[in-house]
């Protein structure tokens, strides 16, 4: 079975860092692109960062480029989310997702973990 | 634009049809991907590619693209479709990746 566990997320402060860990299993991970997407209470699903399957590409929605950096270890099965310089506005349930880019019109996230929440407050 | 437009909210007829719309104009160039999404869950795929569906998706669920829409039709919805739905695609860049705001799925 495919499957995607995160862990990681609390509750820090504003300034603060935290780390996110995405472990996979059911599946090579090695040849598969892998995203982070993360939900703030209420609101819609935002994209945020994606990382090749060798780890050579990455790229980030310009809210957080700069301060997220997305990485994995493919020795490990694990993908993860470094978030410094953390804002309210951070707080969100963070998703890991598997991405799938078959052809240059085609892309999709499919499966995706069950989240874990992030909460930026003093 | 690297935007994704969604209506806020549909509602359908128990067993009627819906469609739910998607708009942007890098749906010119890329097929979008759909999402259901119920409450406290994380997403699942719904429909990819031209119009493909994962397995253990009903065949009620099924996609269409024209010019820069997107559409997600359910044909004879179910209680169970009551959800949020959001669509995907890639922006102009092709490497920025942007999803709709949501659509609220009532079904009377």
């Known amino acids: 079975e495919v499957q995607l566990v995160e862990s990681g997320g609390g509750l820090v402060q504003p300034g603060g860092s935290l780390r996110l860990s995405c472990a996979a299993s059911g599946f090579t991970f090695t040849t598969y692109w892998m995203s982070w997407v993360r939900q703030a209470p209420g609101k819609g699903l935002e994209w945020l960062a994606n990382i090749k399957q060798d780890g050579t590409e990455k790229y980030y929605v310009d809210s957080v480029k700069g301060r997220f950096t997305i990485s994995r270890d493919n020795a490990k099965n694990s993908l993860y989310l470094q978030m410094n310089s953390l804002r309210v506005e951070d707080t969100a349930v963070y998703y890991c997702?598997?991405?799938?880019?078959?052809?240059?019109?085609?892309?999709?996230?499919?499966?995706w973990g069950q989240g874990t929440l992030v909460t930026v407050s003093s | 634009s690297s935007e994704l437009t969604q209506d806020p909210a549909v509602s359908v007829a128990l067993g009627q049809t819906v469609r739910i719309t998607c708009q942007g104009d890098s749906l010119r160039t890329y097929y979008a991907s759909w999402y259901q999404q119920k409450p406290g869950q994380a997403p699942i795929l719904v429909i990819y590619?031209?119009?493909s569906r994962p397995s253990g998706i009903p065949d009620r669920f099924s996609g269409s693209s024209s010019g820069n829409t997107a559409s997600l039709t359910i044909t004879g919805a179910q209680a169970e479709d009551e959800a949020d739905y959001y669509c995907n695609s890639r922006d102009s860049s092709g490497n920025h990746w942007v999803f709709g705001g949501g659509t609220k799925l009532t079904v009377l």
């Open positions: 997702t598997r991405v799938r880019v078959p052809d240059a019109m085609s892309n999709w996230f499919d499966p």
């Open positions: 590619g031209r119009n």
